[in-house]
């Protein structure tokens, strides 16, 4: 039972009211709060005129009698998009802001949904502002991604690899997976109701791209950034190409574990740290050093073995040589401060080619690189024992060998980080490889200095601190900017192969064309006799999507969309990117056009799916249109089916989707799916999004629907809504909903800008579904029953004024449900679209701010919650008639109009609510103390107890009773709580829940009391 007797009105609160909902009562926390346990299939109508793609709906079709997302979704974009609603206009103030594109590799998933909800919800709140707004979508061409699936599918139904079909017809087979996807995915952002530009989609290897991709390059290579370089990079054997750090997933373990890879038929087990020893040469006394490793193979590639130069232990072999237990060379035992002489042995062994911190040591003292693995991941440089063998089969035979030769020193479990391909599940290998790399040093100096000049503000704010801590510290590690793949942008640099002995022979060439490439040689070289091959590798995804704010415009031909649209405004992307994508592209803005690509940058964490990472390999990955179109159990699984996902692990995420998902997922909607996921936090550490979230929207839509069909049903013939701002003698509940839709003006234009849509979204379903819905329109139910023409004509005008701001409020984040309720809004002079209606702005509200009647009307809802809690106890709440008599007496009345108490009469289903008079009989009601002590409030419920059966009764008194006994338990227990280590907000949480339970213990001691007084004792 409630029977806290406080008005919790605003947001986030815990406790609640009683509210009438046309004879029903429900608690704030069932309209607001209640999460859907159970789904059940919703139905749904559909719309069935024939209507050309592009004309405008039409809306003379009676609506359905319930909210159906079929109906109301139906031939809106073709329109919106065919009338150029989504275009820029020629106002001054704009807003640009650049979709992240969604890669090619297959259909969007509920990330994407999310990202793109918040983008549509800031670009549409702009556009209804008045600015000259453009959102620019795109798709992105994802290297590795996408030839990775195309590889399998090629191999899936042919059983042919790319290098079995040759490079043409492996590239025509990728351009013509991307036509199918692009397609799909166009759909789907369609089918979401953004409102992007689609006359400026680009594709990241469209020739416009393409172009400010090559002279990107060009640029940077002439400045000296770009140069071909012996470095560590990230390899992926199965892949035979380089990849980037964000495709490097870290899995940490704690011991032997058993991971599948590519190219084995078993399971390879890492997490051991194997010890051997280093022959010291020369050494009279037989010295040996110990050395361990996770990597056991790598010992073929060691040059060095590294000590602590203060390690007394090692002091006297610096300088000295170490055998090489397999080859024989020498490998010098050097002195480093870098080495941790209190971890393991003290000495550590160096294989330059093989690791980067190693590289780095190498360097820096000269020593020998040897490069041991192949790009296919077999050994070279090894000796004809392990050469052309497999490096973990390799690994085994070290072992071996070393047993054999007696320098074997053991082996431990170890905890490690496994570097895995996200790609392929290959296990990734450090290693030295010539690529081109471009250097970020200056840049990344560029980037911080704009954060702290302001040129670029992170929301939310704190990324500040990570954006300098980050890019400081990596500021001196070059970009491996060039991959081994077929698909993506051809690096343009031209190797030079000339027939004479010029010492330029062998160096490349780079120009924007082949065309300029050669005449960029023949210069160089004097004559013409020579031969340009260019390089065979290409860039790097992140780079070529580093410049799309500006390439997307047509950068570097200065053009009338590169001039009016770029700086864009704003980027929103997930904290995962914010230095792979977003740097960079700050980086490269800033050094190749003068100006930061953007003034804010917007952060989103890191979603879960039932607190767990979304994976496609965990099979939690929901795609959108399901939740859009509804799914069944069965349909999810079989989308599972033709999946990557390994078959061991399918029946255990079959499991997890069966307890998840057991009814599937019913028909939600794009507004419901937009507006839940605008409705998360998802400024803090992560966002775990739940299915239940989806369907409570829907059911807010549904909501709304019915509130307009019940006004609609009052729109006399030809009904056009009134000019409420000049109406002088409006009714206090109609001043109230005024007042209320003010408040929401002020509170979007508060929370719009920083990006605060969960409060947006939480004030929208608490103002339709509480304020409009359970309050106003039920006390506007007597007014337009049974009021005078002119009454009813005003009652309507507030309802239809009310609605044609709540549903601009609404429409950035349920453009569909808003649109087809605002064309059939009976309002003069309306915008064509409500997508590119004036958003309600504070000033034209603020005629209607009324902080008196706002207190009137919280003193009423305390008093009439308080007696509706009072009937509760009794059961006398949700009777089919009204019942009892309340007496308000006092101060409190001056103050308070009369037409604002008796609304407590209708609100709390009284029979009569008496005001300055006392009852007949002082022993038929009860005083309850609500707001101050130096006035009352009594309640006369005298006739309806008396008038129960004994067996009735009984089991009232048994409830009150039990009731009792509860509460002071709970308040007991409560008190023996020790509070010597409470402090600060947890001491005032607990003072608070302790003033609240004696409250409600008052109240059930005065409910017994009551009890006994009408019923003189009987019973009790």
Known sequence: MYICFRWLHSLGSQKGIYISTGGRALHTRQLLCKKATRIHKIPSASYDVVTIPGDKKDVSVPLPKTYSSQFTEAAWYDWWEKSGFFQPTTGKEKFVMLMPPPNVTGKLHIGHAFTNSIQDAVVRWNRMRGLSTLWIPGLDHAGIATQVMVEKQLWANEKLTRHDVGRPEFLRLIWNWKHRKAEEIYSQLRRMGLSLDWSKSFFTMDDQVKNAVSNAFCQLYDEGLISRKNRIVNWSCILKSTIADIEVERVDIQGPTSFPVPGYSREVTLGYLTSFAYPVHNSEKNEEIVVATTRLETMLGDTAIAVHPDDVRYQHLVGSQATHPFSGRMVPIIADEFVDREKGTGAVKLTPAHSSVDYQIAVKHNLRHINILSDDGTLCNCGEVFDGMKRFDAREKVAQILQKKGLWRGQTSHPMSVPICSRSSDIIEPKLKEQWFLDCSDMAMDAIQAAEDSDIEFIPSYYSKLWKHFLTQTREIPWCISRQLWWGHNIPAYKLLSDSNSKLNGQYVVAPTFTEAITKATEMLGHNKFKLVQDEDVLDTWFSSSLLPFASLGWPVQNPNLMTFYPTTMVESGSDILFFWIARMVMLGKKLTGNPPFRQILIHSLLLSHGEKMSKSKGNVIDPMSIIQGCSLEELQKSLESSNIDRKEMAAIFAEQKKQFSSGIPECGSDALRMAL???????????????????????????????????????????????????????????????????????????????????????????????????????????????????????????????????????????????????????????????????????????????????????????????????????????????????????????????????????????????????????????????????????????????????????????????????????????????????????????????????????????????????????
């Open 678 to 1020: 605008c409705s998360y936090d998802f400024k803090g550490a992560s966002i775990n999004i739940e299915v239940e979230t989806f369907v409570e929207y829907r059911s807010l839509c549904n909501k709304i629907w019915q509130i307009f069909k019940f006004y609609q049903n009052y729109f006399p013939n030809g009904f056009i809504a009134s000019n409420i701002d000049q109406v002088n003698n409006l009714s206090a509940k109609d001043c109230w909903i005024l007042d209320k839709c003010a408040h929401l003006t002020e509170l979007c234009a508060q929370h719009f800008p920083k990006a605060n849509l969960d409060v947006i979204t939480y004030s929208l379903k608490r103002h339709w579904a509480v304020d409009f819905s359970t309050i106003y329109l039920e006390y506007s139910k007597p007014t337009l029953q049974h009021g005078t023409a002119q009454e009813k004509e005003i009652a309507l005008s507030v309802a239809v004024k009310v609605m044609d701001m709540s549903l601009k409020c609404l429409s950035p984040f349920m453009p569909y449900l808003s649109e087809e309720l605002y064309q059939r809004l009976p309002l003069p002079n309306k915008a064509p679209s409500i997508c590119v209606a004036s958003f309600p702005s504070t000033h034209e509200w603020s005629i209607f701010r009324n902080h008196t009647i706002n207190d009137d009307f919280e003193k009423m809802f305390k008093l009439s919650s308080s007696i509706k809690n009072f009937k509760a106890q009794f059961g006398l709440l949700h009777q089919s008639k009204r019942v009892g008599t309340a007496y308000i007496i006092g101060p409190l009345r001056q103050g308070i109009p009369l037409e604002v108490l008796h609304l407590i009469e209708h609100d709390a289903r009284l029979t009569s609510l008496q005001v300055d008079k006392m009852p007949d009989e002082s022993n038929s009601v009860c005083n309850l103390e609500v707001l101050q002590p130096n006035y009352t409030v009594l309640v006369d419920l005298s006739d309806s107890i008396r008038s129960q059966s004994e067996e009735e009764l009984e089991k009232m008194s048994g409830k009150l009773h039990k009731l009792l006994v509860s509460q002071r338990q709970l308040l007991d227990e409560t008190l023996r709580l020790d509070q010597t280590s409470l402090d600060g907000a947890d001491l005032q949480s607990h003072n608070s829940k302790v003033a609240d339970l004696k409250k409600e213990l008052t109240t059930a001691e005065k409910c017994v009391e009551y009890v006994i007084n009408v019923t003189n004792g009987s019973n009790l």
